[in-house]
């Protein structure tokens, strides 16, 4: 029997200090479109997202709001899983770190590293981050900040390490037997040269404060946030329960993370793994980071970007469109009010929603509001329709490759050969002349759009399935097994009568002006 398909993919868990914006956003868009695209392909998914709740920074935005910490969490935590209702995300999971089961799973994997001899007791002094929640050598330091341009504290504590420094080689030959394990490649190169310049052993343990995990028999030391929030991936999969979803799951195949934070993942993440005895995950993709009007995010500069915001004014599914098309995933780009205004009214309304629009509303019009009857297939129509066929091996390849804006763009191909067989076939002139011609190709098209609809619903879920409604397209035909002539539309089939899918944004004053 072939292996079960099972996909495991996870964001980051994102901090409890403020409300989320389009940053966290982004994570989770990709993250979600990427999970529905493999539920369609037959895969049995694993979505996870969470909250990381513990650690000095938080405690601080906890003090700062005059909260004890655990109220204060659990408030700004609902607001996080709140954005799966707002981003229409399918998460299967929602974890958060002040959770029983994450605190079980985080004793158990230090128990196991200790166990194996890679945790000590000794003495740390150094420089701190709370923003970052990171160590800084020395020798990092700019101006006296963290290369990141957060405040540094010097700190001096006996902490417990983990020997961190043993783990370069191991780490090398991982990343060497594994290429797939980071990316983009320039990311990967990056960890790599930091890794072969040599690595600290780690300071996993603070006395100075208490909100975090008990360090395993032990009454001063909590764990250090990241060994603490890393864990999440695996305490969500059910360790240290080994049965279940851990084996199911585990090692997890995708970590989705910002490029802030691929050295938790890429370099502690797998030696903490490999020092228990246990898989690490098997891919790590970082992405970039936006900025808002060519500056970065800020409350005080009033360029913060908050989901709600612009879906109110955008709607949903453009704005999950924008997101994953306007960037190529792995660089960094800039949020821009024009850029998003172009996309919705060139991409979405002209190309993909007035094809649909003209051609269902000529089937409405010409072919008694049925899906037409083809005849023979001409040169033009088999070149389409392979057009759309071809398509899902297209779209797998760049999904694997978390390349989302590529998969469009070949979508979009698609979209522009079928205006352009629609100008040149001019349907609506064959009505008198040739209607079995017309017939045939105005089928032709409506079979493209179920190809472009049901491909489109990893990223438009919403938007896809209004036009799967109106092709008529059963609940069950709407997975990637119904791609291909075998889940073809069948001739004779009542259509419901068309409405636009992808409207465009006319700007208040502008629709004013024009009545
Ligand atoms: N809590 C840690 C992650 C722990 S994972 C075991 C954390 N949280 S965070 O809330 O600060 O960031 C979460 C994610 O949001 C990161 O992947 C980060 O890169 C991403 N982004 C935050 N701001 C962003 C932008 N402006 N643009 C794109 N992504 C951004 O780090």
Redesign the pocket.
Known sequence: MAAAKRYYLTT????VNDAP?I??A??SVACDALARFKRLDGYEVKFLTGT?EHGQKVAKSAADAGMGPQAFTDRVSQHFRDLSGVMNLSNDDFIRTTEPRHARACQELWRRMKANGHIYLGKFAGWYAVRDEAFYDESELVDGKAPTGAEVEWFEEENYFFDLSKWQQPLLDFYEANPRFLAPRTRRNEIVSFVSSGLRDLSISRTSFTWGVPVPDESKHIMYVWID??T?YMSAAGFPDESGEYAKFWPADLHM?????IRFHTVYWPAFLMAAGLKPPKRVFA????TSEGQK?SKSLGNFLTPQDLIARYGLDPVRYFLLRELPFGQDGNFSHAAMIRRINTDLANDFGNLVQRVLTQINRNCDAKVPEHGEFADADRALLGAAHGLLDRARAEYDEQQFHRALEAQWEVVGAANRYVDEQAPWALKKTDAKRMATVLYVLAETIRHLAILAQPVMPGSAARMLDLLEVPNGLRTFSSLGSSGALKSGTALPKPEGVFPRYVEEGQAKAGG
């Open positions: 980051p868990i994102y901090y914006h940053g966290h982004y994570t990381d929030a890393l999440n993370v910002g490029k802030d934070i992405h970039g980071w936006w995010m």
